[in-house]
């Protein structure tokens, strides 16, 4: 069997809930709130006495420091690998753009020549025989 025990419920512990008493009254200014204590800055670590790790606790802070110099070592080899990348790209879009000046002129050249190997009357009279 389970009992409950009825409880009472304060009508002025429910939140909103105003006796008309209270609502006439004018409110009292409130004072400021004091301004909460600004930090000084200094960083407190917790007991760091070496004595009171733990041997398995020595153990694992130190896997994970030998782990955090191994990611620090990758993360610059990483940044010289992209930076090599990028002086290469660049390289390549200078080639890129130059084979394509030089392929330009080769057409125009081309296209030169087979102009000048053609006499203007001899391309007129072309066409009207087409025609």
């Not at 409110?27 to 930090?39: L, S």
């Not at 670590?45 to 070592?73: G, M, Y």
């Amino acid at each position: 069997m389970v009992i409950r025990a009825a409880a009472k419920v304060d009508p002025a512990d429910i939140t909103g809930s105003v006796k008309k008493e209270e609502k006439r009254k004018t409110p009292k200014p409130v004072a400021p709130a004091a301004e909460a204590p600004k930090p000084d800055g200094v960083v407190v670590f917790p007991d760091q006495n070496p004595q009171s790790v733990s041997p398995s606790e020595r153990a694992i802070l130190e896997r994970l420091q030998a782990r955090r110099q191994e990611l620090e070592q990758r993360a610059r080899e990483i940044e010289i690998r992209e930076s090599l990348l990028k002086s290469a790209e660049k390289r390549i879009e200078g080639r890129v753009e130059e084979a394509k000046a030089t392929e330009a002129q080769d057409l125009d050249r081309d296209r030169a020549k087979r102009r000048s190997r053609t006499p203007p009357a001899s391309r007129a009279s072309s066409r009207c025989m087409r025609a």
